[in-house]
């Protein structure tokens, strides 16, 4: 059974710092691009950043780039997204993914609620 368990969302005061970590198992991790998503209240999903299998390319939002990095650890079947310079417009519920191109599989976490506020 494949599970990704997202964790180290909370809430977090605006220029604040946040580092979401996913782990995943049940899968060959090292086959499977991995991203970020984030869903805010009434607003539909959207794409954060993005890895691929070997870390060697990464696309990032334009919202959230330089200031949010995503980065994997194949040894540990992690993917992390350190997240700086936070802003209330970052409040969001992240989802982690796992998605394997060359079958069309995709897997998702629960989620971890992120609030940036005063």
């Known amino acids: 059974q494949v599970q990704l368990a997202e964790s180290g969302g909370g809430l977090v005061q605006p220029g604040g710092s946040l580092r979401l970590s996913c782990v995943a198992s049940?899968?060959?991790?090292?086959?499977?691009?991995m991203s970020w998503y984030r869903q805010a209240p009434g607003k539909e999903r959207e794409l954060v950043a993005t890895?691929?299998?070997?870390?060697?390319?990464?696309d990032n939002a334009d919202s959230v780039k330089g200031r949010f990095t995503i980065t994997r650890d194949n040894t540990e079947n992690a993917v992390y997204l350190q997240m700086d310079s936070l802003n209330p417009e970052d409040t969001a519920v992240y989802y982690c993914s796992a998605n394997q191109h060359w079958s069309g599989t995709t897997y998702w976490g629960q989620g971890t609620q992120v609030t940036v506020s005063s």
């Open positions: 049940g899968l060959i991790f090292s086959s499977y691009h």
């Open positions: 890895i691929s299998t070997t870390g060697g390319s990464i």
